[in-house]
T-cell receptor, first 110, second 115 residues
């Protein structure tokens, strides 16, 4: 059965800290891995990764994929209170499914 | 573009009542999805449409749930009769090229509470 596992499930840090969120997957016919940020309501897109070893960056956020070891990480440097959210990892398969992980709840203290 | 539009934002109803959730996808997006999110189960796909045709409804919990997409700009998710365990946030999402692994655009969701 296809699955996506995120860790940790929750995390509390102080402003300025760097955090690393993990996403591992076991799926048949991998197509892409996507990261979303969910604040109050709707998940919003952060990154899409399809190739191993190529880092995607957007400001203080970056992400990389390892297709050999079947995982991805999302890094946030110099965290701010506005980074507090649920971070969702999703894997899209060739079987036309998008499988979401349970999410990591990040809380950044001022 | 206004993004994916869902209504209502909040719905409180009593057990046994019919509930209808509505969604307007982003214009030009060929794929439309209905998801349900709970603390226990996270985000679950209920059903998705491609060009207004239901493709995979294997996530629909039971016969009490039904979804339609009469045209490219409107979809409904109906629960009849509703039960307390249906309480969740229901998201509609659309995508222009999801079949190739592209991202989803989510609406703001409908918070459903069944008493």
């Amino acid at each position: 059965e296809d699955k996506v596992v995120q860790s940790p499930l929750s995390l509390v840090v102080h402003e300025g800290d760097t955090v690393t969120l993990n996403c591992s997957y076991e799926v048949t016919n991998f197509r892409s891995l996507l990261w979303y940020k969910q604040e109050k309501k709707a998940p919003t897109f952060l990154f899409m990764l399809t190739s191993s070893g190529i880092e995607k960056k957007s400001g203080r956020l970056s992400s990389i994929l390892d297709k050999k070891e079947l995982f991805s990480i999302l890094n946030i440097t110099a965290t701010q209170t506005g980074d507090s959210a649920i971070y969702l990892c999703a894997v899209h398969t060739g079987g036309f499914k998008t499988i979401f992980g349970a999410g990591t709840r990040l809380f950044v203290k001022a | 573009d206004a993004g994916v539009i869902q209504s209502p934002r909040h719905e409180v109803t009593e057990m046994g009542q019919e509930v209808t959730l509505r969604c307007k996808p982003i214009s030009g997006h060929d794929y439309l999805f209905w998801y349900r999110q709970t603390m226990m189960r996270g985000l679950e796909l209920l059903i998705y449409f491609n060009n207004n045709v239901p493709i995979d409804d294997s996530g629909m919990p039971e016969d009490r749930f039904s979804a339609k997409m009469p045209n490219a700009s409107f979809s409904t998710l109906k629960i009849q009769p509703s039960e307390p365990r249906d309480s969740a946030v229901y998201f509609c999402a659309s995508s222009p090229d999801w079949g190739r692994g592209e991202k989803l655009f989510f609406g703001s969701g409908t918070q459903l509470s069944v008493l």
